[in-house]
């Protein structure tokens, strides 16, 4: 199986536009999710409305891991990650909002805390181990526990691999373009296949020049595409 290179159906965007990559969100619908309002990251209500609703990019949530050395740090950036993953759908918002419902905030802050620790001193792979495992926040699954940790430890885990972000729409165009084997799921990958992802993506980044979070956007725009424009593509 060859990785070294993108497919050229998946195109490369530029470093601005994939840090100007901006989801709008619902105060309002995430405040009533949260345990206080002390969780709310006031980050979120710097940013620029764009017709109703106001809009978080990812270059806001990357900016928000410098605070993550305390615990209301990691609280605010867990809630913008998931804001930034989300959209204003009221169902998916309530989703989300399980997370909190079905954990205290102290269970919350010792597995986050622990997950940082891990990211830092052993890098993706074990972090997103820790997330599937002891470490695990019931109802975030990895589409958005690997969020957290791309946001977190981007710029400061261990290893040569940078934590980036598995989603369905991500596997369906990996499936799609043949990068995976034919029996790559579309949710609940394990360990050693996120391991294979960092490595597939980062070799490409370095075959393409650019950061391997560039070639998840593109792979991630690809996905959105298929699920667009192509019948049946969400069973590919």
């Known amino acids: 199986m060859h990785t070294a290179e993108l497919p050229p159906e998946v195109v490369l965007p530029q470093w601005k536009d994939v840090a100007g990559q901006a989801i709008p969100f619902d105060r309002q619908r995430w ?63 309530n989703r989300r909002g399980l997370i909190f419902g079905r954990s205290t905030a102290e269970h919350i802050d010792d597995r986050l805390g622990t997950v940082l620790t891990v990211l830092r001193e052993q890098g993706a792979v074990a972090a997103y181990d820790k997330c599937r495992r002891e470490e695990r926040v019931p109802y975030m699954g990895p589409a958005f526990f690997t969020k957290f940790l791309y946001f977190a430890g981007y710029e400061d885990g261990a290893g040569f691999r940078r934590p980036l972000i598995l989603d369905s729409v991500v596997s369906l165009a990996l499936k799609d373009r043949r990068a995976v084997a034919e029996d790559w799921p579309l949710s609940g990958w394990t360990t050693a296949q996120y391991a294979r992802y960092l490595d597939i993506l980062h070799h490409q980044a370095e075959s393409a020049g650019v950061r391997p979070d560039v070639v998840e956007a593109a792979w991630f725009a690809h996905g959105t595409w298929l699920r667009r424009s192509v019948p049946g593509s969400s069973s590919v």
């Not at 900016?63 to 204003?88: P, Y």
């Open 31 to 93: 405040v009533t999710q949260l345990p206080d309002t002390t969780w709310w990251p006031t980050e979120l209500d710097a940013c620029p409305r764009i017709g109703r609703w106001p809009r978080v990019d990812r270059r806001t949530v990357l900016g928000m891991a410098e605070g993550c050395g305390t615990a209301e740090g990691r609280r605010h950036l867990l809630i913008a990650a998931l804001v930034w993953g989300n959209g204003t759908k009221a169902r998916s918002v």
